[in-house]
């Protein structure tokens, strides 16, 4: 028996970490989330290049596809390869028939200089037709004014800002240096330990929060719009949807999982054609947010885009060869460890 679902949506993705899978161990072990992001990610994103970066989309895109997900908002950094990347990003997507939300995520960290090209990139991309937002890494690794430049930009764009806001206790002055720059149309991520209310819908990731180990946001607590992510692992959106019942479950057990499925369905404000693709799953309740909390394994077996292709045919992607794709990611992924 089988059911019918439209196109699920990532509500944010880090499609560079595709290759991170089975990477060596740090120089040495994290103990706290800013030795994490030391240690570990901006030491990969700091060795990413085109080619790199391209593999990587594609792998994560085909994941995507393959877990029933036809939209992805990315959140991309690579600073030593930071003109064209969005480009890249949006390329491999196309190819294999995933809908992306671009932004490349500025910051002050590798110098003042670094986080203008970062902001050219957003601009270059986005003015030039490319579907995105505005991106910013988080408001403890930029100056005030990298902030309030990017604010601008997005508001000169007429697009939002898509920024991680208080994911661990390092930024957690988050809330008072934004607050006063904030709009609706931003896309706040983590929100952990956000202090007050700021405008924007909140990105909620529960398995990176919970393998960072910084915390619990209570999503179900703020009056923002929540959608739901993975912040790079994966995009499988069924089993982050169990995985954020279960959280906030632990928290408050009156909770019930039609909230999260709800998560679900509010990603599409940010693409709404998703709605109209169709997914074919292998259960025949995967409509239904209370079989779906409790029945884990749900495959999708087939993707039909809403223009009618097929997309996903028998679980397998029609537009690329997974063997080669994942081949060709593999390669790109020993030449990343290489050179960390």
């Known amino acids: 028996m089988t059911s019918n679902t439209s196109g699920l949506v990532c509500g944010h993705h880090h499609l560079y970490s595709s290759l991170a899978r089975g990477m060596p161990a740090p120089p040495k072990q994290p103990t706290n989330f800013l030795e994490i992001l030391q240690q570990v990610w901006w030491r990969l994103d700091t060795a990413l290049d085109l080619d790199m970066i391209y593999w990587s989309a594609k792998l994560g895109a085909v994941d995507a596809l393959m877990s029933g997900t036809t939209g992805i908002i990315d959140h991309h950094e690579s600073p030593n390869a930071i003109e064209g990347s969005l480009d890249v990003i949006a390329q491999a997507c196309q190819e294999v028939g995933v809908r ?12 003042a200089e670094a986080g203008q090209r970062g902001l050219e990139e957003n601009r270059r991309f986005i003015s030039s037709g490319g579907r995105g937002m505005v991106g910013v890494h988080a408001a403890f690794t930029c100056s005030d004014e990298l902030l309030e430049s990017a604010s601008g930009l ?20 988050a809330g008072s240096r934004l607050e006063n720059l904030a709009q609706s149309d931003w896309l706040l991520v983590h929100c952990v330990h ?12 529960p398995r990176s929060n919970m393998n960072n180990g910084v915390g619990y946001a209570r999503p179900a607590s703020r009056s923002n719009k929540i ?34 499925w709800s998560w679900l369905e509010n990603s599409y404000v940010f693409i709404p054609e998703c709605r109209d693709d169709q997914v074919t799953w292998s259960y025949d309740h995967s409509d239904s947010p209370w079989h779906v909390a409790f029945t884990p394994g749900i495959r999708a077996l087939s993707v039909r885009s809403s223009e009618g292709e097929s997309l996903l045919h028998d679980g397998l992607p029609t537009r690329v060869d997974l063997d080669e794709v994942r081949h060709k990611a593999s390669e790109a992924a020993a030449r990343l460890f290489a050179k960390m």
């Open 100 to 111: 992306v939300v671009c932004s490349y995520g500025v910051t002050d960290r590798h110098g």
């Open 194 to 205: 956000l202090d007050r209310n700021l405008r924007g819908t909140i990105a909620h990731n």
């Open 227 to 260: 959608i739901l992510g993975t912040d790079g692992i994966g995009a499988d959106m069924l089993e982050e949807m169990r995985l954020a019942y279960v959280a906030y479950r632990a928290d408050d057990v009156t909770l019930s999982p039609d909230l999260a």
């Open 154 to 173: 997005a508001k000169d764009l007429g697009v939002g800002v898509h920024i991680h806001v208080a994911e661990g206790i390092e930024d957690i002055a």
